[in-house]
């Protein structure tokens, strides 16, 4: 039997009345030994990065631009417009890319409709001339008829009656001179009272008559004249207003007789000239193409004849980089695989809102001019490469290597002791490239992975607050004198050490 001192020798132990015995020099020594080993292993084993992928930051030239896709067109069209009124059904259009000479057919539009109208026009137009000439005839008349009076009907009354006083005035002589000589004749007795009262009579009635006579021409002169005139006057002016009217009518009846043969010809749309004929784009008509059978009205544009001599390309810059697109600016535009130079033209300043029909995306019409070449269509796609901005000697890192939350980037740099996350400014940047103001320097490796990192970096942040939230275990001794485990947490207990003083050795 061991005694006490000879226990303390070969193992001590710590014992108190109902607590289990530990073991605490062979435990010791292999925890210092594997903290030995693990910290010299550590300091002399770097981190693998074979399997990650790095760039070198340097310096160098930056090209930024803006990448769009449009349409190759004229920016010289030539309209064929309708020019019939109302809406016309088209019975049979030219088709699109055909190449026309002057006077071939283009379009051609229902006209039923038309020559009803120049059946019914021409009723009219006859019509209205019928009245106009009759009025016409009404107008001569009046005006002869004033020359009538003033000249003819006038004079003759006049001199009737001039002529009648004349003729009073010699009855009246004629009577005095007989009542003068019948007076003679009595005064020798050759005659009676009797007598003498008949010539007087008759001097008397043929005074009475030249009175009347000259108060005839004196009315005739001063009122029935003028009378007569003006109602012949007034009658003509009548006359001639209607005429004018019945003119007018004719002429209005007429003039839409004349506009109706005319659209009857332009149902029939020839070219004007020689070219390439083309369909606009649906886009401006805001609805489906025309095609036979279609309705159209009067100015629409059935057909383009574009300038091939004078192309452009037309393209939506997003509202986000409208800003930085500018005329002048160089411009690379590819077409069917071959590449051409050209240059920014005009900039839209106001948008067309956007609906479904643009994928609610806002976008303003710019145009790129481009040189003459015959490959050049309308219609073709073009891709479109704006360059906005060049930057010389710069520090750039990949967009790859890039993590950007919110306003804030960084990016992940190897180093001996594991993956480095490095806050970065950034400024400008393009498809592969972002130029860097602070943070880094040429020279510097950055992973171009670093999403793998973030990964990792969460995780270990996760474990980290997982670890800093569970419970201490406590160690108790239950009557049996074995380890309890806490079984609210689920957790070991935590040892409990009691100074030494307070143990009793067995």
């Known amino acids: 039997m061991n005694t006490p001192d000879s226990e303390m020798h070969d193992n001590i132990k710590i014992s108190k009345p109902g607590f289990p015995t530990i073991r605490v020099s062979a435990?010791?020594?292999?925890?210092?030994?594997?903290?030995?080993?693990?910290?010299?292993?550590?300091?002399?084993?770097?981190?693998?990065?074979?399997?990650?992928?790095?760039?070198q930051i340097q310096r160098g030239s930056m090209t930024v631009t803006v990448n769009e896709q449009g349409?190759?067109?004229?920016?010289?069209?030539?309209?064929?417009?309708?020019?019939v009124r109302g809406r016309n059904a088209v019975i049979w259009i030219v088709d699109s890319g055909t190449v026309v000479a002057e006077g071939d057919e283009l379009v051609r539009l229902d006209a039923l409709f038309i020559q009803e109208q120049v059946d019914e026009r021409t009723k009219y137009a006859n019509w209205s001339q019928s009245g106009a000439d009759s009025s016409a005839t009404r107008v001569a008349r009046a005006k002869i008829a004033v020359e009538e009076y003033q000249q003819?009907?006038?004079?003759?009354?006049?001199?009737?009656?001039?002529?009648?006083?004349?003729?009073?005035?010699?009855?009246?002589?004629?009577?005095?001179?007989?009542?003068?000589?019948?007076?003679?004749?009595?005064?020798?007795?050759?005659?009676?009272?009797?007598?003498?009262?008949?010539?007087?009579?008759?001097?008397?009635?043929?005074?009475?008559?030249?009175?009347?006579?000259?108060?005839?021409?004196?009315?005739?002169?001063?009122?029935?004249?003028?009378?007569?005139?003006?109602?012949?006057?007034?009658?003509?002016?009548?006359?001639?207003?209607?005429h004018r009217a019945n003119v007018e009518r004719a002429m209005a009846d007429e003039s839409r007789k004349a506009r109706a043969v005319e659209e009857l010809q332009y149902c029939v749309i020839k070219a004007d000239r020689p070219g390439l004929v083309i369909h606009p784009n649906a886009a401006k008509w805001e609805m489906?193409?025309?095609?036979?059978?279609?309705?159209?009205?009067?100015?629409?544009?059935?057909?383009?004849?574009?300038?091939?001599?004078?192309?452009?390309?037309?393209?939506?810059?997003?509202?986000?980089?409208?800003?930085?697109v500018k005329p002048g600016q160089n411009v690379s535009v590819n077409i069917v695989g071959r590449t051409y130079?050209?240059?920014?033209?005009?900039?839209?300043?106001?948008?067309?809102?956007?609906?479904?029909?643009?994928?609610?995306?806002?976008?303003?019409?710019?145009?790129?001019?481009?040189?003459?070449?015959?490959?050049?269509?309308?219609?073709?796609s073009a891709e479109v490469e704006i360059t906005v901005a060049n930057y010389e000697n710069v520090l750039k890192i990949p967009i790859a290597a890039l993590v950007e939350i919110d306003d804030f980037a960084?990016?992940?740099?190897?180093?001996?002791?594991?993956?480095?996350?490095?806050?970065?400014?950034?400024?400008?940047?393009?498809?592969?490239?972002?130029?860097?103001?602070?943070?880094?320097?040429?020279?510097?490796?950055?992973?171009?992975?670093?999403?793998?990192?973030?990964?990792?970096?969460?995780?270990?942040?996760?474990?980290?607050?997982?670890?800093?939230?569970?419970?201490?275990?406590?160690?108790?001794?239950?009557?049996?004198?074995?380890?309890?485990?806490?079984?609210?947490?689920?957790?070991p207990a935590a040892i409990s050490k009691k100074p030494a003083g307070t143990g009793k050795a067995k």
């Open 27 to 55: 435990v010791a020594c292999i925890l210092i030994t594997g903290a030995v080993l693990a910290v010299n292993l550590s300091r002399e084993t770097k981190p693998d990065y074979s399997n990650h992928f790095t760039h």
């Open 71 to 83: 349409l190759l067109e004229s920016n010289e069209n030539h309209e064929i417009k309708s020019k």
């Open 152 to 242: 003819g009907r006038f004079e003759t009354e006049r001199l009737t009656l001039q002529k009648g006083i004349v003729i009073a005035e010699a009855n009246v002589q004629s009577g005095l001179d007989q009542l003068n000589h019948t007076r003679m004749m009595a005064s020798s007795g050759y005659t009676n009272e009797l007598e003498i009262e008949a010539k007087q009579f008759a001097v008397k009635q043929a005074a009475l008559d030249l009175e009347l006579k000259r108060t005839q021409l004196e009315v005739l002169e001063k009122f029935t004249f003028k009378e007569q005139l003006q109602t012949l006057s007034g009658q003509l002016t009548s006359v001639e207003a209607t």
């Open 288 to 324: 489906a193409p025309i095609a036979e059978g279609t309705n159209v009205y009067r100015d629409q544009v059935l057909l383009l004849m574009p300038n091939l001599q004078k192309m452009q390309v037309k393209i939506g810059v997003h509202e986000s980089t409208v800003k930085r």
């Open 341 to 380: 130079q050209g240059t920014v033209s005009e900039v839209a300043s106001i948008t067309k809102p956007a609906g479904w029909w643009t994928g609610n995306q806002v976008k303003y019409d710019t145009l790129i001019s481009l040189d003459p070449d015959e490959n050049h269509l309308p219609g073709m």
């Open 410 to 491: 960084h990016c992940w740099v190897p180093t001996d002791q594991g993956p480095e996350k490095r806050s970065i400014t950034i400024g400008d940047r393009n498809e592969s490239y972002a130029l860097v103001e602070q943070g880094i320097e040429a020279g510097d490796e950055v992973f171009l992975n670093p999403y793998a990192f973030e990964t990792i970096e969460t995780q270990s942040v996760n474990l980290t607050n997982s670890s800093e939230a569970t419970d201490t275990v406590t160690q108790q001794p239950d009557k049996t004198g074995k380890q309890k485990i806490d079984k609210q947490k689920n957790k």
